[in-house]
């Protein structure tokens, strides 16, 4: 109940912040609180600059979690050749990698860190790929990211206050770095958002000049998968998206309003020709001398 009372009354204290002074000497908080109410006005005035700074030090922390492909594995050879030549987009210098995990699953963040998960590279072909990442890209652009982050870092300053009043709150609650990790993973975009995103990822295929359709192809592989066997996983990671099946749908709709569409063909993994390098030596004969 203590908790709860003095959410209400953090939520009140942040929200009179803009119309007038607020001389925190004369507040009766500790230190600890203190802080937070300082985190919290901070936020409101968060800006993509603090969205990529905070964003920076939590993906060295999940790269550092988390197994990551080297540059000579088979997914990161196919991201550089997939993705290779977008290291500079909507004004981010981006940067890749690929974690090798079985999830379905990639982000992108403030900092221009794109993060493709191999299971996601498992079951989708190039174009397809390249739709998911620039939808992905597209929440970076349309600043999604960044006001993920101010929730997040909102919720903390929260989180904060109540532990300065409770050592057990205190207990659980995790370094700001990890929250903020957590915050990038479980971010929950509206769906307008989702749906500005897909238009993004529509337009960056559409201006890059690859096949639009697969972002139609894309979402349907999704829309089985909630259909089948993985169902729990993609229920869960899809929960506030739209729904799979009416996003392929406009994809389909945007093509065809510009003369686009056709049935998408999924690609096939071509074995690569080899170089110089890896040809096997011929064997030379040479003539018995008589």
């Known amino acids: 109940m203590k908790a709860r009372v003095l959410f ?30 300082q985190k919290g006005m901070t936020g409101l005035m968060f800006s993509d600059a603090d ?5 920076k030090p939590a993906v060295d922390k999940m790269d550092a979690e988390n197994k990551v492909a080297g540059p000579n594995d088979p997914y990161t050879i196919r991201l550089n050749k997939v993705f290779g030549k977008h290291k500079n987009e909507a004004g981010l210098a981006l940067n890749y990698k690929v974690y090798l995990i079985k999830e379905v699953n990639a982000f992108a963040t ?11 590279m498992d079951i989708m072909d190039d174009n397809q790929l390249l739709a998911v990442i620039g939808h992905e890209i597209g929440h970076v652009a349309n600043h999604d990211s960044r006001d993920a982050m101010k929730a997040a870092y909102q919720k903390e300053a929260l989180i904060d206050a109540a532990a300065s009043q409770s050592d057990k709150v205190a207990a659980v609650t995790d370094s700001q770095i990890g929250k903020i990790a957590n915050a990038i ?8 958002q989702e749906s500005e995103a897909d238009v993004y990822a529509y337009d960056f295929l559409k201006r890059n000049k690859y096949d639009v ?10 829309a089985a998968m909630s259909e089948g066997n993985e169902a729990s996983f993609i229920d869960r990671m899809m929960s506030s998206h739209p729904d799979s099946k009416e996003r392929a749908a406009n994809a389909k709709a945007r093509a065809e309003a510009d003369g686009l569409y056709k049935p998408y063909v999924k690609q096939t993994a071509k074995p690569a020709k080899p170089t110089k390098a890896t040809k096997k030596p011929t064997k030379k004969t040479t003539k018995k001398k008589k």
Not at 110 to 120: C, K, M
Not at 185 to 192: E, N, V
């Open 8 to 37: 209400a009354g953090f939520a009140m204290l942040v929200a009179g912040v803009a119309q007038s002074q607020i001389d925190l000497k004369n507040i009766n908080l500790n230190d600890r609180a203190l802080g937070a109410v």
């Open 51 to 55: 969205a990529a700074a905070l964003s």
């Open 185 to 192: 993973l479980d971010s929950k975009h509206s769906r307008k």
């Open 110 to 120: 403030a900092d221009g860190s794109v993060r493709v998960f191999s299971g996601l």
């Open 213 to 222: 359709n697969a972002e139609e192809s894309a979402f349907n592989i999704l």
